[in-house]
């Protein structure tokens, strides 16, 4: 909790930085900011009221539904800009929302169908961070969809103007991009195509744990103190023992306390 309270802040301040750099819009980037970090308080809002439990698996949870719902917006502020060239600033939000919805919730429903895919693994944490995922995906889509659109219609803004008015690549560079990409799309294609079956192979080496071991690195103080303990000892494997008392001790409950210790 103290981890994701420290780095929560510092994250929404990189998230502000970049956005209002790359949209050349701090009330865009306000607003893109605003509505994906209450996406992240929806999703755990989800976790909270549903029973669930943060633990070290689930803490990817908020940065996850954050870094989402930022990119979500981005598109959908996008066709708004679009839109701003196009119609009045109080009619775009509605324009921009007719052209982008669909772009939103297909991107949005096939994430979520990719993080529900987890709830299949034999791991609880696992399993329960691919349902909350998926779960707070869907918030995220709610909130881009329809807060987005109110705060642009009650903080409208104006055409942009100039060479870099839809982002700070000229346009004669994104045109070349864009005809190169043309010409050469089955190349590319084919290219990524076989870059995606080669990359795929290295999923049957894939192996799935949750010891604490390998999350730290092979020459760390920790490892060798398993190492030595493993080879000395024996394994390490959890264990937990339950002490019961009947009803017919007649201890009182602070003498039972340190009977056990």
Request: glycine letters at 6%; one cysteine or more; proline letters at 5%.
């Amino acid at each position: 909790q103290r981890m994701l309270l420290q780095l929560a802040g510092l994250s929404g301040l990189v998230a502000l930085a970049i956005t209002w750099l790359r949209l050349r819009s701090i009330r865009l980037a306000t607003i893109i900011l605003v509505v994906s970090v209450y996406s992240t308080a929806a999703a755990l809002a989800i976790l909270y009221y549903t029973g669930g439990n943060m633990n070290l698996v689930m803490t990817m949870l908020p940065p996850l539904v954050f870094v989402l719902s930022v990119s979500a917006a981005i598109h959908l502020v996008n066709y708004y800009r679009d839109a701003l060239d196009e119609t009045t600033p109080h009619a775009a939000p509605l324009k921009a929302l007719h052209y982008g919805w669909r772009p939103c919730v297909l991107a949005s429903a096939t994430t979520a169908i990719g993080l529900l895919s987890l709830a299949v693994s034999e791991i609880v944490p696992v399993k329960m961070f691919g349902v909350y995922a998926a779960a707070g995906m869907g918030a995220s889509l709610l909130a881009v969809v329809t807060l987005l659109p109110i705060a642009l219609t009650v903080w409208p803004g104006a055409p942009q103007t100039g060479p870099q008015a839809n982002g700070s690549i000229p346009t004669t560079r994104l045109d070349r991009l864009v005809s190169w990409i043309g010409r050469h799309d089955r190349v590319i294609v084919i290219a990524s195509v076989a870059l995606m079956i080669f990359m795929g192979l290295g999923l049957f080496r894939l192996r799935s744990t949750v010891k604490l071991q390998y999350r730290f690195g092979a020459k760390s103080r920790i490892l060798q103190d398993y190492h030595w303990l493993e080879e000395n000892l024996g394994p390490l494997v959890p264990l937990e023992l339950v002490v019961h008392f009947d009803g017919t001790t007649d201890q009182s409950f602070p003498r039972q306390l340190e009977h056990v210790q």
